[in-house]
């Protein structure tokens, strides 16, 4: 009997925590388990297989974890011939020492392992055998393109460009979990591309931990504005993103090439980080504010309706007053269009975990407070220059509030909400009109 035969009638239920590239893996841990006959269970106790997508990015991110385990183990107790495997970021940072803590896991695979998964879960001796497998594999990437994915969407797809990050910034655990920065070739995800196309998929998000980086480990010249001039000519695909970017690797000819594609978005998630050099240094970011200023500069006079986000981390060790108040002064001055603002918390293993002044709760909470208050003003006013202006969207669906106010995103993501109309369907191009502007959401007729 073969592997497909032995799980029939089986059914699978994953839960991810984090970022979208372990949106993404997800996809594929599903399509492997799809593969043995797996189907999806709707709730978790109906399920012969719980597979948990973790991140460790952050304390509460595996704090979480844990609280599930706890849940799961009374369903284990109940049904014995369940599995559970611990998959992501957690599991390559704690390998075995997860089992050793919660016995009741099956197996752990690091983020290079998806596509054992299925040799995994269909030994016999996976059920209590205690399975690790967390050693990095750089031609695991390669693997990607041979990997089902079950996608949530039939609109929208993640494509992972790379896998790893090369940077260490002091306060980030990712380069220790996810390795050096391994590139796919240009040519394996212009195929997996195209089949998206073929497939009627009108939006693909590329992936990477800093797409700016990707091609460098090539060694040949190659860089993502390569890749972006290749993903352009593939027909079908009508918006092209792409997360995240940094400032120390992207260049002018990168620039260049966003401007110039008929389908790269007009949205930019630039993360700055923090607003004074001093601290940048500190969080080894690699570049100044003044570069930064450059950088975006250039960026808005090539798109000149470029939508730019970033990131923020407030109450890093050693930040003063003074600095903050630096964080403060360069919102006002470049306005982004939102920025998701982090308490800064210490993960072990880090060198900023070992730092000296680190900041005290009550001050960090305030300083996030005002920079959030400052944003919040910009994003308003940014938001109130669209009324009375006419965009593209492609149509994503209800929203969960009200099943008769549908929702879609603009080229720089904008999200507009328009009251339905019968002929709408998902994933169509539509325009609309926007009437009223709020902080965080545009409200609008369809034209």
Same mark, same amino acid.
């Given at each position: 009997?073969?592997?497909?035969?032995?799980?029939?009638?089986?059914?699978?239920?994953?839960?991810?925590?984090?970022?979208?590239?372990?949106?993404?893996?997800?996809?594929?841990?599903?399509?492997?388990?799809?593969?043995?006959?797996?189907?999806?269970?709707?709730?978790?106790?109906?399920?012969?297989?719980?597979?948990?997508?973790?991140?460790?990015?952050?304390?509460?991110?595996?704090?979480?974890?844990?609280?599930?385990?706890?849940?799961?183990?009374?369903?284990?107790?109940?049904?014995?011939?369940?599995?559970?495997?611990?998959?992501?970021?957690?599991?390559?940072?704690?390998?075995?020492?997860?089992?050793?803590?919660?016995?009741?896991?099956?197996?752990?695979?690091?983020?290079?392992?998806?596509?054992?998964?299925?040799?995994?879960?269909?030994?016999?001796?996976?059920?209590?055998?205690?399975?690790? =497998?967390?050693?990095?594999?750089?031609?695991?990437? +390669?693997?990607?393109? &041979? $990997?089902? /994915?079950?996608?949530? *969407? !039939?609109?929208?797809?993640?494509?992972?460009?790379?896998?790893?990050?090369?940077?260490?910034?002091?306060?980030?655990?990712?380069?220790?979990?996810?390795?050096?920065?391994?590139?796919?070739?240009?040519?394996?995800?212009?195929?997996?591309?195209?089949?998206?196309?073929?497939?009627?998929?009108?939006?693909?998000?590329?992936?990477?931990?800093?797409?700016?980086?990707?091609?460098?480990?090539?060694?040949?010249?190659?860089?993502?504005?390569?890749?972006?001039?290749?993903?352009?000519?593939?027909?079908?695909?009508?918006?092209?993103?792409?997360?995240?970017?940094?400032?120390?690797?992207?260049?002018?000819?990168?620039?260049?090439?966003?401007?110039?594609?008929?389908?790269?978005?007009?949205?930019?998630?630039?993360?700055?980080?923090?607003?004074?050099?001093?601290?940048? =240094?500190?969080?080894?970011?690699?570049?100044?504010? +003044?570069?930064?200023? &450059? $950088?975006? /500069?250039?960026?808005? *006079? !090539?798109?000149?309706?470029?939508?730019?986000?970033?990131?923020?981390?407030?109450?890093?060790?050693?930040?003063?007053?003074?600095?903050?108040?630096?964080?403060?002064?360069?919102?006002?001055?470049?306005?982004?269009?939102?920025?998701?603002?982090?308490?800064?918390?210490?993960?072990?293993?880090?060198?900023?975990?070992?730092?000296?002044?680190?900041?005290?709760?009550?001050?960090?909470?305030?300083?996030?407070?005002?920079?959030?208050?400052?944003?919040?003003?910009?994003?308003?006013?940014?938001?109130?220059?669209?009324?009375?202006?006419?965009?593209?969207?492609?149509?994503?669906?209800?929203?969960?509030?009200?099943?008769?106010?549908?929702?879609?995103?603009?080229?720089?993501?904008?999200?507009?909400?328009?009251?339905?109309?019968?002929?709408?369907?998902?994933?169509?191009?539509?325009?609309?009109?926007?009437?009223?502007?709020?902080?965080?959401?545009?409200?609008?007729?369809?034209?």
């Amino acid at each position: 009997m073969d592997k497909e035969q032995l799980s029939m009638g089986k059914k699978y239920y994953t839960i991810t925590y984090g970022c979208q590239m372990n949106e993404s893996d997800t996809e594929r841990i599903n399509g492997q388990l799809e593969e043995l006959g797996y189907r999806p269970a709707e709730e978790m106790e109906d399920a012969d297989i719980v597979i948990m997508n973790t991140c460790s990015v952050r304390q509460n991110a595996e704090e979480k974890v844990y609280g599930k385990i706890g849940e799961i183990k009374k369903l284990k107790d109940k049904n014995p011939d369940m599995l559970l495997g611990i998959a992501g970021c957690m599991a390559q940072e704690n390998k075995g020492k997860l089992i050793e803590r919660m016995p009741i896991i099956d197996f752990v695979i690091g983020p290079y392992h998806i596509h054992d998964l299925k040799d995994i879960v269909s030994k016999e001796n996976a059920r209590g055998g205690h399975v690790v =497998k967390t050693e990095r594999n750089p031609h695991s990437v +390669e693997d990607y393109s &041979e $990997l089902k /994915s079950v996608r949530k *969407s !039939k609109i929208f797809a993640w494509v992972p460009i790379m896998q790893g990050c090369n940077k260490f910034c002091t306060y980030c655990i990712v380069p220790y979990v996810r390795g050096r920065e391994i590139s796919r070739t240009i040519d394996d995800i212009s195929n997996e591309i195209q089949t998206l196309a073929d497939e009627g998929y009108k939006e693909v998000t590329l992936l990477g931990q800093n797409v700016n980086s990707y091609g460098l480990d090539f060694r040949n010249g190659t860089d993502f504005g390569d890749l972006i001039r290749a993903i352009d000519k593939i027909d079908g695909i009508e918006r092209v993103r792409y997360m995240t970017s940094h400032p120390r690797d992207m260049t002018f000819e990168m620039i260049d090439a966003m401007a110039e594609s008929s389908k790269v978005v007009r949205h930019m998630h630039l993360p700055v980080q923090h607003g004074s050099n001093e601290m940048l =240094k500190k969080m080894n970011r690699g570049y100044t504010i +003044e570069h930064f200023k &450059e $950088l975006l /500069s250039y960026v808005r *006079s !090539k798109m000149p309706d470029i939508v730019v986000t970033t990131d923020l981390i407030t109450g890093f060790p050693g930040e003063t007053e003074e600095m903050h108040q630096e964080t403060l002064a360069l919102l006002k001055e470049v306005r982004f269009d939102s920025a998701y603002t982090f308490i800064y918390s210490p993960r072990t293993g880090t060198p900023a975990a070992r730092m000296e002044d680190q900041i005290d709760s009550d001050t960090k909470h305030r300083r996030l407070q005002e920079l959030m208050d400052v944003e919040n003003e910009v994003s308003l006013e940014l938001n109130k220059e669209m009324e009375g202006k006419t965009y593209s969207i492609i149509v994503e669906g209800p929203s969960k509030q009200d099943p008769m106010n549908w929702y879609g995103r603009t080229s720089g993501n904008k999200m507009i909400l328009f009251p339905y109309k019968e002929g709408i369907s998902v994933g169509d191009i539509v325009d609309v009109k926007v009437d009223t502007a709020q902080t965080w959401v545009l409200k609008g007729e369809l034209i």
